[in-house]
């Protein structure tokens, strides 16, 4: 089956460093991508996503990059605080459709 | 504007009992989507949900798990006969309609079921 995948399962970093979250997917038919924030006893927090048609996309604070050649995803954080403590998880989707899964980063930021 | 609601947040029913586990979408979205999250793991998708049709199940077990969106009130998610497995945290999530602009799907805060 499809699978998306994490390269890295904890990043630690340094309050006011910018962290990058890497992420492999599999299914070259999925058109959208999405990242989302995962705290501890919360649902998943929607922060940022991309459409198939574009390779790089900017919110504050944070930049998504596509590159489908080699079919990667990352999240770019700038100037992480100890607010980004969390997990970050990608996710693809095709269509109107389920999102799939990737199984997360947990990123850590001290002071 | 109220996000996804949820409830219970917290449920503990004992092996063989039925747990029923509510979503309320945003208000507007027609959309409902059930995914269950193993502890240090990502959701796994369950079931895509309209209003009285399912759309996708194929991620829902054959066996004691079932949902539905009726025309009116919340989606359930039913699972029958609990077994200790079925421990984990179900989140639900809710879309706008076909023919928006954004897939994004937004996440209630999740019910996080105990079997003893």
């Known amino acids: 089956g499809e699978s998306v995948g994490l390269h890295l399962p904890t990043l630690s970093v340094q309050e006011g460093d910018n962290s990058i979250i890497n992420c492999a997917y599999s299914?070259?038919?999925?058109?959208?991508f999405i990242w989302y924030k995962q705290e501890s006893g919360k649902g998943p927090q929607f922060i940022i996503d991309?459409?198939?048609?574009?390779d790089k996309r900017q919110g504050q604070r944070v930049t998504v990059l596509l590159n489908k050649t080699v079919k990667h995803l990352s999240l770019q954080i700038a100037a992480t605080q100890p607010g980004d403590s969390a997990v970050y998880f990608c996710?693809?989707?095709?269509?109107?459709?389920?999102?799939?899964f990737g199984t997360g980063t947990r990123l850590l930021v001290s002071p | 504007n109220a996000g996804v609601m949820q409830n219970p947040r917290h449920l503990v029913r004992r092996r063989g009992q039925e747990a029923r586990l509510r979503c309320s979408p945003m208000?507007?979205?027609?959309?409902v989507y059930w995914y269950r999250q193993l502890p240090e793991e990502g959701l796994k998708f369950m079931v895509y949900?309209?209003?009285?049709?399912?759309?996708?199940e194929s991620g829902m077990p054959k066996e004691r798990f079932s949902a539905e969106f009726p025309k009116e009130g919340p989606s359930i998610l039913r699972i029958q006969q609990v077994v200790r497995g079925d421990s984990a945290a179900y989140f639900c999530?809710?879309?706008?309609?076909?023919?928006?602009?954004?897939?994004?799907?937004?996440f209630g805060p999740g019910t996080r079921l105990t079997v003893t």
């Open positions: 991309i459409r198939s048609n574009m």
């Open positions: 999530a809710s879309s706008p309609p076909p023919g928006t602009v954004s897939y994004e799907q937004y």
């Open positions: 996710a693809e989707a095709t269509g109107f459709q389920k999102l799939v």
């Open positions: 299914n070259s038919a999925s058109d959208y």
């Open positions: 949900l309209q209003k009285e049709n399912i759309i996708d």
């Open positions: 208000k507007g979205h027609s959309h």
